[in-house]
Every structure is written in C-alpha cells, then in structure tokens.
C-alpha cells in the first residue's frame, strides 16, 4: 500500500527558505500523480502544486499562482521522496502541508486524492 510522510516543516522568519519533504514508505507507483495541499487555521485545505512522472522520473509539475515563482516541486526518485522547495515565505504561508496521491478528478481538488500524509507543520514569523 501507499503510505506517505511529510517531513521538513519549522518556524522561519519572513524571506527564508524551508524543503519539504514528502516520501512514499510504501508500495512502488511506477506512474504517478501527487500534489502538495496547505491548510490554515480556521480555512479550506489549499491547493498549492501538483506532479506528475512516469516509471520514477518527474516530467511536468505546476504550482498554484499563489505560490509561483517562489515554491519548486522536485523528486529524488532514489529516495523515492517529492520535496517542496519554499522561498522567499511569508506570513500567509504559514500552514500545516500536506502531500497526496491523486486517484481521478481536478486536480486542484483535495477529493481527487486517496493518500494523504500526516501533515507538516510551517510557521513563517519574525
């Protein structure tokens, strides 16, 4: 089965860099699509990126425009890990983020995802 483990989240100070890490400790996917969601207190859980790959090499991905130009999806396929590369932060991405692996639908939409991971906390504060 697919199990999934955020990692990487902490307290940052506005203009700072965090990578979160996402890892599938489960069965191998040789293609797959999987996402990034970020959920704030008293909100919606939040699309922030989406990527796709093919028999362990990542092909496309695309971030929210709330986040582009400043948030990178990337993979290490020998860790078998999705990472979120996060600069330039503020206090409004301040969130819990989750990865999830997408099952049919939007792809934007949390529904269309049947694997989620535990979360990762991110504070972005002075």
């Known amino acids: 089965q697919v199990q999934l483990v955020e990692s990487g989240g902490g307290l940052v100070q506005p203009g700072g860099s965090l990578r979160l890490s996402c890892t599938n400790s489960?069965?191998?996917?040789?293609?797959?699509?999987m996402a990034w969601f970020r959920q704030s207190a008293g909100k919606a859980r939040e699309f922030v990126g989406v990527?796709?790959?093919?028999?362990?090499?990542?092909?496309?991905?695309d971030v929210s425009d709330s986040v582009r130009g400043r948030f990178i999806i990337s993979r290490d396929g020998a860790k078998n890990t999705m990472y979120l590369q996060m600069n330039s932060l503020k206090p409004e991405d301040t969130a819990i983020y989750y990865c999830a692996v997408y099952l049919r639908g939007y792809y934007e939409s949390s529904s269309s995802y049947n694997y989620w991971g535990q979360g990762t906390r991110v504070t972005v504060s002075s």
């Open positions: 489960g069965r191998t996917v040789p293609t797959s699509t």
């Open positions: 990527s796709h790959w093919r028999t362990g090499v990542l092909y496309t991905a």
